[in-house]
């Protein structure tokens, strides 16, 4: 059974930082990229990071580039999402994706990550 299980999420005050992990199983975790995704209350989902499968070079949305820092542990299956300098825009769900061969798509439930003083 293939598995998603986004986890790290929580409350954080503006400037601090958390670690998400998106543990995978059921698949060949290593062949699959894997991106990160968040989605605001009431608006879209949108890109957050994305690394291909052997670590190789990582992609940022703008709004996190410097801030954020995507890696994999394809030796543990699992993903992570290093968020420093936090921001209230920055609250969302945080929704691990991963990408295989012949474009299979794997989707997280997401973990919930709020931003507030």
């Known amino acids: 059974q293939v598995q998603l299980v986004e986890s790290g999420g929580g409350l954080v005050q503006p400037g601090e930082s958390l670690r998400l992990s998106c543990a995978a199983s059921?698949?060949?975790?290593?062949?699959?990229?894997m991106s990160w995704y968040r989605q605001a209350q009431g608006k879209e989902r949108t890109f957050v990071a994305h690394i291909p499968t052997s670590s190789g070079s990582t992609n940022y949305a703008d709004s996190v580039k410097d801030r954020f820092i995507i890696s994999r542990d394809n030796a543990k299956n699992i993903l992570y999402l290093q968020m420093n300098s936090l921001k209230s825009d920055d609250t969302a769900v945080y929704y691990c994706?991963?990408?295989?061969?012949?474009?299979?798509?794997?989707w997280g439930k997401g973990t919930l990550v709020t931003v507030s003083s």
């Open positions: 994706q991963g990408i295989g061969y012949y474009g299979i798509t794997y």
């Open positions: 059921g698949f060949d975790f290593s062949r699959f990229a």
